[in-house]
């Protein structure tokens, strides 16, 4: 036996094919050396490794590594380059300084929630914290698809107060049209007010996306920077024109190319439509707003007008009907209408004889208070209608 103890452990001591091994035995005794022998000239007498090789799991990658490379190869291929650079500017100011140095299966549901409450703290509001939230889940969901985590973390959003939106009055808004002298600002207002589209709808908007002929406007691209991409819902939406929409686009009509353009070549910068706007309502005597607000103008006047939620929905390319709801509080109600059935007074016919079972009950009961020398109810009042079953008993 080539066991042997040497200070206070045991070793093995043997050789092997002109080769000695001599190795400490993990179990510290004479019979725990003879098995671990045994198991040692077991493995060469087989061919094997004396000590296989321990495959230790491999570190999960910080959220910074991940986050950008998930970046790269994940949004740049799946999103538009608006929701490119939303998620850039979300990882670089909120979600890499928090998470950044943390093992992407290190980051649990209590890390999130320390997030959600620094951001607060700091002063971001509820629907800031949940955009960067929605980016965080989608990076982490993104994680799991590709195993570089088992389960991702849930994540709560925060309760958001129901958006508020301004929109011009019909007082207002002709007044903004009437302030606008260049005929081509005049059409873009009248354009964005009349069809809701976006600012960056409006000057992608081409004169082959036109058809004055059919009173019609077909909504196919979008502008950011310089790029035409498609629009936010990714379909296109065919809009009809207004009398007015047509006599202002008729006044500005070329043969050909952007429908509001610059001089150069390209797209209009969105910073000289922002100055526009803001001197057509200093020259219209209304507040200040942005092209946006008449956006939220033509789905308001719509829904003042008894339009539907959903012919809006279409109008305004929503991918969402929730969307679309924030302006269900400006139609008109039908509720009060609905509540004024039950205040109409009963007519003739409204008897004793043929009511439901209940009301008929109810009537015999205050008939007999006003009447005690009535001594009981019969079932008989009710007819057919079985609510009563002891008939000639006192009520």
């Known amino acids: 036996m080539s066991a042997r103890k040497i200070g206070h452990s045991w070793w093995v001591d043997f050789r092997h094919a002109h080769q000695r091994i001599r190795k400490r035995s993990p179990d510290n005794s004479r019979a725990g050396a003879a098995v671990f022998e045994a198991t040692l000239r077991g493995r060469l007498a087989r061919g094997e490794p004396l000590f296989p090789a321990v495959h230790r799991p491999q570190p999960k990658p910080r959220f910074e590594v991940f ?15 608006s929701e490119q650079r939303t998620k850039r500017i979300v990882l670089r100011r909120h979600l890499v300084p928090c998470f950044g140095k943390s093992a992407l299966d290190a980051i649990t549901a209590l890390h999130i929630e320390q997030f959600k409450a620094s951001q607060l703290k700091s002063g971001l509001a509820p629907k800031t914290v949940n955009n960067s939230l ?18 991702m973390p849930k994540i709560k959003p925060l309760q958001v107060p129901p958006q508020k939106f301004d929109f011009l009055s019909v007082e207002e808004a002709n007044r903004l049209i009437r302030a606008g002298n260049d005929p081509q600002w005049r059409a873009m207002v009248v354009v964005a007010l009349r069809t809701g589209l976006r600012l960056g709808e409006l000057l992608a908007l081409d004169w082959t996306d036109i058809d004055l002929e059919a009173s019609r406007l077909t909504v196919r691209r979008s502008v950011f920077g310089n790029q ?15 009398d007015q929409t047509l006599r202002v686009l008729c006044a500005i009509k070329q043969p050909a190319g952007l429908v509001f353009k610059r001089r150069g070549p390209g797209p209009l910068n969105r ?22 607000v008449l956006r939220h103008t033509f789905a308001s006047h719509l829904a003042m007008g008894g339009v539907s939620m ?4 279409e109008l305004l390319g929503h991918s969402d009907i929730r969307t679309t709801m924030r302006y269900a509080h400006l139609t008109p109600s039908i509720l009060q209408d609905a509540v004024r059935v039950l205040e109409s007074e009963p007519t003739p016919a409204d008897t004793l004889v043929g009511q439901p079972a209940g009301n008929a009950f109810v009537a015999a009961v205050e008939d007999k208070q006003k009447h005690p020398s009535i001594r009981g109810v019969s079932a008989e009042f009710v007819g057919s209608g079985g609510g009563i079953r002891n008939a000639g008993h006192d009520v």
């Open 67 to 81: 986050a950008w490379h998930w970046y790269d190869v994940y949004v740049k291929t799946n999103n538009k380059p």
């Open 134 to 151: 929605a980016i965080l889940g989608k990076c982490l969901r993104t994680a799991e698809e590709w195993g570089e985590v088992v389960r």
């Open 228 to 242: 035409f991409v498609s629009p936010k819902s990714n379909r296109i939406r065919h809009i009809p024109l207004t």
């Open 271 to 292: 910073k000289t439509p922002a100055r526009v706007i803001s001197l057509l309502c200093t020259a219209a005597g209304i507040r200040q707003i942005g092209w946006h």
């Open 310 to 313: 959903k012919a809006i929905q």
